[in-house]
């Protein structure tokens, strides 16, 4: 699975993978899904225009509709954070290939080449289609131009996963009791930095992932104890302590 690296507020790079084809076409499947009810509304109120007031008042309302319609996505987007309804719905949204959130520029610059993907010169999307198939990173014309994607905003690790990773003895007793200022979100992000570890053996991430932790949690750490350990000794503290006290 194709994937990118995101930096979180901890400065630990993050492999999150690229949403496909399929999560794409699903999002704009519901999108236009929306705008067929907005549609219908428009057609009921456009004739109750025409009958109460005049032809005009008919064309007003179809233009807001036309408007609604083309500015949808770049609205949408640059107030929700890369997403519009559909993207939300299939947890998948709009990221720059740096890993950061995109500029104005770049939502507008993706937005503004609509007409080359999806418009009916070019085959009602098929040259979107073609070149998210066909790109590296998933990419359609105009992210290709705008230096973006989509990825999919569902963590691959979740703490339901980790919490029943472990089959820690009755005796287990907690090194690190300070691991309670840590929350859910933290565990699964330290999780994740081992699970990287463990499958590229890039030891930067586990160094840099123990320092902010020691930081975060002001924990003293016993001599002889590794970076490596540590972080493994936080993750079954926190699963023993928060398990005992759900009991």
Known sequence: MDSIKISTAQNIDIDYEIAGLGERIAARCIDLAGFLVIAVITMVVMGAAQMAMSGSAAMVVFFIFLAIFAFYDLVCEITMEGQTLGKKILKIKVISLDGSQPTLGQYVFRWLFRMIDFGFPFGWGVVALVSVAVTKNHQRVGDILAKTTLIKTKPRTEFTNVAFSFNLPEEYNAQFKEVLHLNDRDIELIHEVLTGYYQTGNAD??????????????ATVPSG???LQFLETVLKDYNHLTANMSV
């Open 205 to 218: 991430l586990i160094y840099a992932m123990a320092a902010k932790t020691k930081a975060h949690i002001l």
């Open 225 to 227: 104890m590794n970076e």
